[in-house]
């Protein structure tokens, strides 16, 4: 880690190394006419560099090694690949999960699973328990919902993707085959340490204004944990644009590649919150290399309790896994 | 609430508008030679415009009325004055709570519970459970914390304002004055609704992206459950701007008390990152009419083991309370 | 337009009104108990709607129609197919416009003409007047780099484009085939009524941190000037993520095809900033279903005097034209 | 400057140091294990960071000293106090622009200027030429709108500012005593050099989502052309906030007074949009030190052909600067 302080006397300068001595790290100082840089030699991973830059005499930091070390790729170079029951995601396998975006009766879940299994998808979603920004809203069927998506799973054969919003609930996710972590969880830090105990595939949702390092040093937390079993799923970030509901930040994708082994898929239903974009967004995640997608499928949008009309009908979405099922073949991809 | 569609045949507009009579809306339809525009009569605060913007025929929602009720200052003309063993918050009663970002020790915490006291604070804060983005940086004293925590409130009588993580950690806060919710869990929905049934004050802070309008409606999650005391936090958001570590939005103050009647403070220490910018940020917080501030103390600051930097010293604490007091006298605030 | 007022006396409703009135506009009032509906009939493009919600009694205010016409795909079905010398862009064909991002020499644009016209360019793009963040970096040959890229149009018989940065340079461009308008002065709207006189087509760039509405407002002060013949160009908008240079916003793309008959291509030379990432993100852009592609190809990236390194060498540049190719094959578009 | 970069071959490294000794530079390479960081000695200034982010083997660049020298406080230590007809910004003056958004005619800009200049207004504003984002919007009476203020100039003795939207008007403003630059040219870089030209003080906008670094290096280009009379202007942000027209970087202003011997003045008009916001916007940028303020102000607002409604009455103005006047004793500004 780089260290530059502005004017500073050599008393300061001695305090700040001292510090980080004493914190067991090696210091290099390079003294300047107008500034001071320090090397910092060590596992710099556990510091902030936003308490560093706080310091008084520090002007900026920058970090040489990345702060993350579990999700690195530098540290682990092959892909990894995580098998849900004979179900594989990354290294070259596609995965799709689609389903309605919460549960709403055993009719609908099941034959919502029997025809986006139809149309290629490799596991089901649903929604049991749904964050809602309105306390008056539907916020899902809770723990009855997840025995629907278990009777679907049954019927289907499907693995099983639904998201867990306290750690309360966990004891009722003992059947669910991957747990997501929704965006507006992905710094709950207790959740992440948590399920960072457990063996089950992990699927962790980018926060709505979280950069990339923030996403993957969440990761970091569930794997420092224990669990290896972490999929990256881009679902559009925040910005000035009120076009879509998100930007969908397709660039993610390749991004994530390079830094990190973790397979990493895309969320176009969220990220554009128009069923009209989901096909043509569908299609730039998979070029951009997605290993997967999650797309929301409901056999009538229109009368959807949540989220419902951002939903496609089955027919519209075997439509869009055709499209996708092509661009698959010219990136090589299993589906 | 005004939906606006595009070019729909009657067929999709009477299905639309008899999706929501059956949700217990009237409809008022004016069809024009493009667009129709429906009207919707009822009690839409449990309506998700997101969810009606997803419908492929409507091109926009415009809401007539806010979807907040509890938190509305047009239900509510009169300030809210939160009283917390006696000390006042709110409508003209200006607080200060000051204090480290962690507790260290009982040595730290008490002789910086007494320097804040005599420079003017009001309430102690300080962080028991840390919220960090690394696994591997220190993350808090935890329940030892709380501990020395009140026993610096026993010391001075200062009632203390601290964050919850977890509901986990719930039955540990009894003895706590005010119960900090953090930026990163102001749409942690299921903590929301749990603290919205006790009656202890619950600061919220701000979210890193998040409108005010979505503040605004997880106080209403908070209130709808019981609880009318909370206190709004603005502690800055995130932008493209990098020179700060947050962009304070001292605007929220103004257009907060016009919207809601709950008091509303802020904290200059987390949206600055810098010390040296805290005292201008503390100021021109007075100044656009804030009730209160939230301060990092710290009487070591170099020797903190977190945010260390960004906190004031005791002495440039009170220099800023001498400020801010002179600020205060011109907008009447009692402190 | 439908503008919403809050508790405001009847005087002040029927001033409002009466203003609206008097600039030609029909209204329609409809009183509630909280809120005042005004809906405005009329030419409503010419209202702003920032100036309206501006007015103290106003709440919000939703336009009904877009306050574009020209551009609007609403009045203009079909694509628009932009000719250039014979070389089309739009309504299903596709156009790639390659070349360095600063014209260096007669040698370094000449050979860069012929490696990516052999590489399936279909325009040579290069810059002679460069926008740079500092006054001390390098600007551009000018006058001079207009006439090297002239000369590369004769030998390759490629038609070209480049950045107009000046009215003042005007004159200088009469045998240019593409005027491009730079990100920075896409709201430059004397340049943009300026150039609306005259036929050439023109590429306008995004602004950093402009809305889809807004650049839409840009590509209409042209063709309100009477020429028809704009490209849109997504080239990455700015955020709060520092992983890529900008953040390429993909959805841009089918939304704007949605909205207008216009052609839109996508740079993702300077959406990435990273020459790795270009390949990835051409692709996405051909798969989202862009008109065509701006990229940066350089005979020597190394030795470049501006963005050099961003730039792709002519074989990595036929190795991404290889991919986007197969893409375009399953897009039916001609190329 | 210090470049990192990922694991190259010494090959990689040379070709690279090489490259930046022949631009002039001294190179110092220390190699890691997996990085190896490259300290560049000379004058950076005329280095654009992201031209060296881009190349393949650079992961991050961090300059050392800043990109800015003639605005630099670093190399000009004591403010710098603008002098427009003995009436002085900067160093402890404080300055208050104030008048119309746009021109409208004799009695309108007259009576306001008379009005201003009572309430305590040092300069008047005004607007001929305007920006709008509508082609069929009211763009300002142009050269005969700056006529009608060089009258109310005669009339009352303020000296004048106005927006310059093109450098062929520059000639009309010859008798203009501070010419202003819009925030969508900020970064018209041509237009910043002709500028640098003349000796007139310019009023600097920050762009709608520049940084500080952007902004400065604009104001660079402004005094590297020979014109030492800039005045940077505040007036909000552009985020994913929507309560506000803007965000106004309250947070901008000490920031600037650490790094810039240049006067800072804010705009809380642009900045908020709404008139109830002057009062408290306008209060907390003098109470973080700001040198002045631009505010709106017309004689009868809710007539006003642009922006009227968010501009303030003569009365209302004056009961703004009564409070300013307060916060500037408190600041010692001389006002």
Redesign the interface.
């Known amino acids: 880690m ?1 260290i ?1 302080c502005g ?1 500073a006397g050599k008393t300061q300068i001695d ?2 190394t001292e ?1 980080f001595q004493a914190d067991g790290f090696r210091t290099h100082v390079s003294q ?1 006419t ?2 001071t ?1 320090i090397g910092l030699i060590g ?1 710099t ?4 560099v ?7 005499i ?1 002007e ?1 930091v ?4 990345e ?1 993350y070390k579990l999700v690195n790729r ?1 540290f682990h170079e092959e892909d990894t690949i995580i098998d849900v029951n004979g179900v594989k995601i990354g290294g070259g396998h596609f995965a799709v999960m689609a389903g309605p975006c919460s549960i709403e009766s055993e009719e609908q879940i099941v034959s919502c699973a029997k025809a986006v299994k139809a149309a290629g998808a490799t596991f089901l979603r649903g929604g049991a ?1 749904k ?9 899902g069927l809770k723990a009855k919902g997840l025995e629907l998506l278990l009777t679907a799973k049954k019927e289907t054969g499907l693995p099983v993707v639904t998201e867990l ?4 609930h966990l004891d009722l996710f003992n059947d669910v085959d991957v747990i997501q972590i929704g965006a ?2 992905m ?7 948590e399920i960072g105990k457990c063996k089950k595939p992990i699927l962790l949702k980018r926060g ?2 979280n ?4 996403w993957l ?1 969440s990761a ?2 569930i794997m ?2 224990g669990n290896e079993n972490v999929i990256l799923c881009e679902r559009g ?9 998100n ?9 994530l590649h ?1 830094l990190t082994h973790l397979p990493v898929i895309a969320d176009p239903s969220h ?7 989901i096909k ?2 569908a ?7 997605a290993d997967g997608l999650m797309i929301e499928v409901h056999p009538n949008p ?2 959807a309790l ?5 939903s496609l009908t089955p027919d519209a979405f075997s439509d869009v896994m055709a ?1 996708v099922k ?2 698959c073949e ?1 990136e090589n991809k299993i589906f």
Chains 1, 2, 3, 4 share one sequence.
Request: hydrophobic share 40%; net charge negative.
């Open positions: 780089i530059i004017n305090k700040l510090k300047g107008e500034t840089i596992d991973s556990k510091i902030d936003e308490d560093v830059e706080a310091i008084d520090v900026k920058q970090r040489v090694s702060p530098k328990f964050p809602r920004t309105s306390p008056y809203a539907f916020r919003m306290s750690l309360e507006r969880n710094q709950n830090f207790e959740m992440l340490a709505l204004a950069t990339i390092e923030e040093m970091e937390y420092s944990g970030i925040r910005t000035f644009e009120t076009a879509t509901r930007t969908f930040d397709v660039s993610a994708i390749p991004v390079h990220a554009a919150g128009k069923s009209a974009l043509p967004l299609k730039s995640a998979a070029a951009a290399g229109s009368q949540c989220d419902g009309a951002q499209d092509k661009i010219l």
